[in-house]
């Protein structure tokens, strides 16, 4: 029931249009985090567009650091998303990238109802558009200081807040490893809340080799055995000269037997 997806970044120097034609040889039918204007490209190659990257505003308002928790955002943001959403929709494509934003002194309660708040008004237009907002868990830890959504817990009960099926989690496997572990049993009690999942090797972000500490088809397993039908999204960083070396055993890897 698992599709395969990978993060575009994680492979920018190759031209979008090299990838595409890469891609499927690999196991691989969509690319996450694409800007509107690469989404009719990757689908001239039958390639699906997974989720959105994010667009924000020329203040840097709707990028990780800058999200739903702060209050003083939440116009930027209803502007950006109100131009996303139905965008996004239009090009067939039903996730939209989101974030919390840094904590910035807020504590986690007061984030929670704050984003709340400021998703609030967007969730009319994604349930009539049949689009979902995904935010995405990352560690607050090693790669994204402050940030608040590095708990699945917390997110889960954003969601709950929320109360539409229109709001989700992206669960990243290698943030939560390093923020919390204990992935599979988090994935088993969490699962309803979770859309899409990202992977990497810890530690590094690199190729979940022998030398990395999580067991991959473990967890791809577990995540098949909820019901899942999504995509997983590879987003490690490629530490070999040739980016592909490794795609086809990540694939593999968490495609469970």
């Not at 502007?79 to 067939?92: C, D, K, T």
């Not at 810890?202 to 999580?214: I, M, S, T, W």
């Not at 960083?237 to 980016?243: F, L």
């Amino acid at each position: 029931m698992i599709k395969h997806s990978v993060s575009r970044w994680c492979f920018g120097s190759t031209p979008l249009d090299a990838l595409c034609e890469i891609l499927p040889r690999m196991g691989v039918s969509g690319i996450d985090l694409l800007l509107l204007d690469e989404i009719p490209v990757v689908q001239q190659h039958g390639i699906v567009c997974t989720i959105t990257a994010a667009h924000p505003d020329a203040d840097g308002i709707g990028e990780i650091e800058k999200g739903f928790n702060n209050p003083d955002y939440h116009p930027a943001l209803h502007q950006i998303y109100r131009n996303l959403i139905p965008s996004a929709a239009g090009l067939g494509v039903k996730q939209v990238i989101c974030f919390s934003g840094n904590r910035s002194g807020l504590s986690d309660p007061q984030g929670l109802e704050n984003c709340a708040i400021g998703l609030a008004p967007l969730i009319p237009l994604a349930e009539k558009h049949g689009v979902t907002l995904v935010m995405e868990l990352l560690n607050s830890k090693i790669d994204h200081p402050d940030y608040q959504c590095d708990h699945t817990a917390w997110g889960a009960a954003l969601c709950e807040r929320i109360g539409s099926s229109h709001f989700q989690l992206l669960y990243d496997i290698y943030h939560m490893q390093i923020m919390e572990g204990d992935v599979i049993r988090t994935i088993r009690d969490y699962h309803q809340h979770i859309c899409h999942y990202h992977t990497a090797g810890v530690p590094g972000r690199h190729e979940f080799d022998d030398r990395q500490e999580l067991n991959y088809p473990a967890i791809a397993r577990a995540i098949e055995n909820t019901g899942f039908d999504g995509y997983i999204g590879q987003e490690y960083v490629p530490s070999t000269d040739d980016p592909f070396e490794f795609l086809p055993r990540a694939v593999t890897l968490c495609s469970p037997s």
